[in-house]
């Protein structure tokens, strides 16, 4: 009978050792669960930073590509402005060149005089 009993405890001890044995082992699976969790939620975070970070890499490539272009606009715009300044400048001295020499013509045909005779004139002095 005590050999029985003997064997029933130890026995008995062996189931409960075995029970905390599984017991620790399900804990340790929950804990390590629990860390991968947590390790991917971390990489999930990491992940949505990187894409925010490309997104206002991007924002800020498409404004600078933006105001480039706005800027060559501009350039194209001040140079044609400038092209069309000077267009009408020449023509204005082309008008006054001309009714300067109009000028001369009506003072060559009607007293006889002008450029032509003031150049002779100096000609004539040296």
């Known amino acids: 009978?005590?050999?029985?009993?003997?064997?029933?405890?130890?026995?008995?001890?062996?189931?409960?050792?075995?029970?905390?044995?599984?017991?620790g082992e399900k804990r340790e699976r929950g804990r390590e669960r629990g860390r991968e969790r947590e390790r991917e939620r971390e990489r999930e975070r990491e992940r949505v930073r990187k894409r925010g970070k490309e997104r206002r890499k991007r924002q800020e490539r498409k404004e600078r590509k933006g105001k480039e272009r706005k800027r060559e606009r501009e350039r194209k715009k001040r140079d044609r402005q400038r092209k069309r300044w000077m267009e009408g400048r020449d023509?204005?001295?082309?008008?006054?060149?001309?009714?300067?020499?109009?000028?001369?013509?009506?003072?060559?045909?009607?007293?006889?005089?002008?450029?032509?005779?003031?150049?002779?004139?100096?000609?004539?002095?040296?």
């Open 1 to 23: 009978r005590e050999e029985k009993r003997e064997k029933q405890r130890g026995r008995e001890r062996g189931k409960e050792r075995e029970r905390k044995k599984e017991k």
């Open 91 to 126: 023509r204005k001295k082309k008008r006054r060149e001309e009714k300067v020499n109009e000028i001369y013509e009506w003072i060559d045909r009607y007293m006889g005089g002008g450029r032509e005779t003031e150049k002779k004139g100096e000609e004539g002095r040296t």
